[in-house]
């Protein structure tokens, strides 16, 4: 079992920033990706960033250029750095974890974390 823990969440006014965090735990033997999901009310859930454990990031259109993901493989730890925060950035965002607990497939583990409310509004 692998738990995730986030944190950063808050109010912001338009065009502040934000530092999401997002702590993996349990039985990990390799974290293949990390990433952010966020989902607004009415909206079905889609993808902020992703980031794997070479490094390689990938990114919605709409947060290209104002947010940034980082990880820290020691840690099994994922940040997203929000700037230029947009009231369209309103949502909660999820945190999500893709590896293995041990060798094989049946060992493969997906889990999301319980949600951070991000709200941007003057």
């Known amino acids: 079992q692998v738990q995730l823990v986030e944190s950063g969440g808050g109010l912001v006014q338009p065009g502040g920033s934000l530092r999401l965090s997002c702590a993996a735990s349990?039985?990990?033997?390799?974290?293949?990706?990390m990433g952010w999901y966020r989902q607004a009310p009415g909206i079905q859930r889609e993808l902020v960033a992703t980031?794997?454990?070479?490094?390689?990031?990938n990114y919605a259109d709409s947060v290209k250029g104002r947010f940034t993901i980082s990880r820290d493989n020691a840690l099994n730890t994922v940040y997203l750095q929000m700037n230029n925060l947009k009231p369209e950035d309103t949502a909660v965002y999820y945190c999500?974890?893709?590896?293995?607990?041990?060798?094989?497939?049946?060992?493969?583990?997906?889990?999301w974390g319980q949600g951070t409310q991000v709200t941007v509004s003057s």
């Open positions: 999500n974890a893709v590896g293995y607990s041990g060798y094989g497939n049946a060992a493969r583990f997906d889990s």
């Open positions: 349990g039985s990990i033997v390799s974290m293949v990706a």
């Open positions: 980031i794997n454990s070479g490094h390689s990031k």
